[in-house]
């Protein structure tokens, strides 16, 4: 089913390529994660969108080489690091969680994090390693102060800037982050996209940014993957995915979302049901069953993820290369 | 449904003259609140967490409540249905329904609230008995409430089911709450709050959890509920967008106070009161990609050390000396629509800015 996968180029920091991961449940088999492939470039933000069960957070910890793929190729600067990374290859990939809570260990300050880190590595010691504790402290906008304090003595905002320092001091050049502001408060969320944003404009970060909320992707992402069920849907830049979306899916997701300048009861397009458990996907293209543009062949025949007409958006439907207004 | 008139005893009481409000409130006016206090035991003593909170809600119409997380605003629904935790304390304040003063606290608080008033939660896993059929959860108020038989019970709730959209009703009603997704389940968590016909909803962040399709679908069931059901719907959100959605009036909490209210539309597209604008300024908006979304400064405080005066002014663009002095009362601004109210005593200087 699976689309031809891009051509490594020299550029791309990070390629995924048709990456599978099964998961042995009672059920049987779920493959939570079918055949996904994109690529990252330095300084690029790309968005994974997709609703709980899509596979989203699966290959985000593929990616960050927390979870081996069953198969598929994993790629960073061009050379294959699915199966074995060298502590080197480790540090290129860090990942930041949802809850900044619960990834913080309590009984260690915020400076034995770091330095615990930076001596593991080997990256500095002594007073090169506090010098590069401020140094990361001044990057996410924390005072160097806070260097003593323990997680418990922060703000959500405050320990997800802490997560950020930890993720930032091995030097990686790729940061996954998954929710990264799902927890934190309405006023302090955009603390936390302005902080990503500058990581990427000023370190040239690579950024794959897994979030449910359609804005923040929208505000922050170049090239966004919206995922339903374990597989890409659509694929394309920002302007494509938001300005001329071809999947049925993609539509449905920003209808749904809530929008602060429009009225309740508008014309709304309303997917029916919900997304079915992984274990138990919908034949030929997993969204048939909700698809208000389904047709015979969508319950047989599996989509392939390729190029629309009239656009550089790759998109798995048969019905690719028509286009929605609205 | 079973018609509201066909319900035991507790119908009549509503209109006990020695029980009504003297102000008279107008005809379907569900719920008015007044002067809502709560207060939480700390440590080092009581502090208000709810302060002086009021607003009324007319059947059919759904009212939304919005703050960030500590801005009191579960607290003040939680206070309504008389279902507060131990350390919090209703201070002072009446609640009345359809006119009718209901006791502040205690047994006979929940008595008179019970079936009238209704709440969902957000996370309706854990509202719900797992070891126990869900048809059997929704017929156990209307049998033990309003007195019908289990044959009538159990049919009524089939009946909910399906009002609630949940597909083969008769069959559902033998699930388990395990066994049916997420937004099935806060349909169930519904038909329970409307089991007993209710006439006020409290919805404390339902959809939070939820998937954004499915979040869509149940705020459409809600917001169909509440025009087929004369609901009147209170429903608390951090989520400005969620609320703009749903509610015909919009509330915003900061530090337990009410610091602007109106018609959402009014409220949410032009706010006159420096919270409100920041909060709206801080959010990322699907339709305007370009603007960079600004963060308020500072936190929120603490309740236990709430700045004198406005409890907003550390924070805020516009504070002069005067604002740490005075307490700013809720109050109409000119050029805005005539029930919005704000908070701020430079409200007039946000009006149109």
Request: aromatic share 4%; proline share 7%; net charge neutral.
């Amino acid at each position: 089913m699976s689309a031809a996968p891009e051509p490594v180029q020299a550029a791309d920091l990070l390629t995924v390529e048709e990456i599978t991961v099964r998961f042995a449940s009672k059920a049987g088999e779920l493959v939570a994660v079918e055949g996904a492939s994109f690529s990252l470039r330095h300084g690029e933000t790309l968005g994974l969108v997709g609703e709980s069960g899509c596979g989203k957070s699966t290959l985000a910890r593929c990616i960050a080489g927390l979870l081996p793929p069953d198969s598929g190729r994993i790629l960073l600067h061009g050379s294959d690091v699915t199966r074995a990374r060298a502590r080197s290859d480790r540090r290129m990939v860090q990942i930041v969680f949802q809850d900044p809570y619960s990834s913080l260990n309590p009984r260690l300050s915020v400076r034995s994090t770091l330095k615990e880190l930076l001596a593991v590595h080997g990256l500095a010691r002594g007073a090169a390693a506090e010098r590069r504790c401020r140094e990361l402290m001044a990057l996410v906008g924390l005072p160097a102060g806070a260097l003593d304090g323990y997680p418990n003595a922060f703000s959500g905002g405050q320990r997800q800037r802490i997560a950020v320092a930890r993720a930032l001091a091995v030097e990686p050049e790729v940061i996954v982050a998954d929710e990264p502001t799902s927890a934190l408060d309405v006023s302090v969320q955009a603390t936390i996209l302005a902080l990503f944003e500058s990581l990427r404009s000023q370190l040239g970060l690579g950024i794959v940014m897994i979030s449910h909320n359609l804005a923040a992707i929208r505000h922050l992402c170049d090239r966004i993957a919206v995922m339903y069920l374990g597989r890409i849907v659509e694929l394309g830049d920002r302007s494509e995915i938001f300005g001329d979306p071809r999947h049925p899916y993609t539509l449905a997701l920003l209808a749904a979302s809530p929008r602060i300048r429009q009225a309740a009861g508008g014309a709304r397009v309303r997917l029916s049901g919900e997304p079915p458990s992984p274990a138990r996907k919908p034949s030929g293209c997993h969204f048939h069953p909700r698809c208000p543009r389904a047709e015979d062949r969508c319950s047989i025949e599996s989509p392939l993820l390729a190029v629309a007409s009239d656009s550089h958006a790759l998109v798995a439907c048969h019905f690719r290369d028509e286009r929605h207004t609205g | 449904m079973i018609p509201r008139e066909g319900r035991s005893g507790r119908g009549s009481t509503r209109s006990r003259p020695d029980e009504t409000t003297g102000a008279g409130a107008p005809a379907g006016l569900a719920l008015a609140v007044e002067g809502l206090t709560v207060s939480v035991q700390r440590q080092d003593g009581r502090h208000v967490a709810v302060d002086d909170v009021s607003f009324e809600v007319v059947g059919g119409s759904a009212f939304g409540l919005v703050g960030e997380s500590g801005s009191g605003k579960s607290l003040t629904l939680r206070a309504l249905i008389s279902l507060l935790p131990p350390p919090a304390r209703v201070e002072g304040g009446s609640v009345f329904l359809h006119g009718r003063r209901l006791p502040p606290a205690g047994r006979q608080a929940r008595r008179a609230r019970r079936g009238e008033m209704a709440m969902i939660f957000q996370d309706s896993l854990s509202a719900l008995n797992p070891v126990q059929g869900i048809g059997g959860q929704i017929a156990e108020a209307p049998q033990r409430l309003l007195g019908l038989s289990r044959r009538r019970a159990w049919d009524r709730a089939i009946e909910l089911l399906r009002l609630v959209g949940i597909p083969d009703p008769a069959s559902t009603a033998h699930a388990y709450p395990h066994q049916i997704s997420g937004g099935m389940r806060q349909r169930v968590a519904i038909a329970i709050a409307l089991s007993t016909e209710p006439s006020v909803l409290l919805c404390d962040e339902p959809t939070t959890a939820l998937d954004v399709t499915v979040q869509a679908q149940i705020l459409d069931l809600l917001d169909d509920l509440r025009r087929r059901l004369d609901l009147a719907i209170v429903f608390v959100s951090h989520d400005l967008a969620v609320i703009r959605q749903l509610c015909d009036e919009t509330a915003v909490m900061y530090t337990g106070r009410l610091v602007e209210t109106g018609p959402s539309a009014s409220v949410l597209a032009e706010p006159i009161h420096p919270y409100t604008r920041g909060l709206l300024a801080a959010i990322v908006d699907l339709d305007d990609p370009v603007g960079a979304p600004t963060p308020i400064p500072g936190s929120l405080p603490d309740i236990e050390r709430l700045p004198p005066g406005c409890t907003f002014h550390p924070r805020c663009f516009l504070a002069t000396a005067e604002c740490a002095a005075t307490v700013p009362e809720l109050a109409p601004a000119a050029g805005v629509a005539e029930n919005h109210r704000s908070a701020c005593i430079h409200r007039d200087r946000l009006v149109h800015a």
